[in-house]
């Protein structure tokens, strides 16, 4: 019989956060149609309806203890609703994403990231400094192809979440965890 040894310290609980923006039940609708219809073109494993959403700010792997100051991060933020029309399907080989974007992107979006992006650096969270392409990914391992012409969706942006994210074996699990509305 062997000893074992002590114990291994768990680290502190993480979770795995994004703010997003989140569809309603029918801009969920619609994106999930336009996902069935392009998956028809393009192949790959389509997302499930209820993972679909608009990523503003990955933060990754965060200690729970720091939601409290996300959560006082976003309510700084300051920015007027906006109609978001999604319009532009596109593919990125490198990674085999099939999404749906924006062909015009609305002042009030840019004005959000901004807005939310300030808050986070200012509360020292790194921020993707990259220009932001509003998009919703509709498709993995996708072999893509020429952009087809779709249905333009429409999405009437009026809150943005905090989102937790858990992998497990039948994919990735999200749950809001808080919500801020925009300004009407």
């Known amino acids: 019989?062997?000893?074992?040894?002590?114990?291994?310290?768990?680290?502190?609980?993480t979770l795995r956060l994004f703010f997003a923006l989140w569809p309603d039940d029918a801009t969920r609708a619609v994106l999930n149609r336009t996902?069935?219809?392009?998956?028809?073109?393009?192949?790959g494993r389509r997302m499930r309806a209820d993972t679909l959403h608009l990523t503003l700010?990955?933060?990754?792997r965060t200690p729970v203890e720091q939601l409290d100051d996300l959560a006082a991060c976003a309510a700084t933020v300051r920015a007027d609703a906006f109609e978001l029309i999604l319009d532009r399907p596109?593919?990125?080989?490198?990674?085999r994403i099939g999404w749906l974007g924006a062909?015009?992107?609305?002042p009030q979006y840019v004005e959000l990231i901004g807005a939310l992006n300030a808050a986070l650096q200012a509360a020292g969270y790194p921020v993707d400094t990259r220009p932001h392409v509003?998009?919703?990914?509709?498709?993995?391992?996708?072999?893509?192809g020429e952009p087809q012409a779709c249905v333009p969706v429409s999405w009437s942006a009026s809150e943005f979440v905090l989102v937790a994210s858990r992998t497990e074996a039948e994919g990735a699990q999200y749950?809001?965890?808080?919500?801020?509305?925009l300004m009407a």
């Open 1 to 13: 019989m062997t000893e074992s040894g002590p114990a291994e310290t768990a680290g502190p609980a």
């Open 35 to 43: 996902g069935k219809w392009l998956h028809q073109h393009w192949g």
């Open 57 to 60: 700010a990955f933060l990754g």
């Open 90 to 95: 596109g593919y990125w080989r490198h990674n």
């Open 103 to 106: 062909s015009r992107t609305p």
């Open 134 to 144: 509003p998009h919703v990914t509709l498709l993995r391992n996708t072999a893509g």
């Open 175 to 181: 749950e809001v965890i808080r919500r801020w509305f």
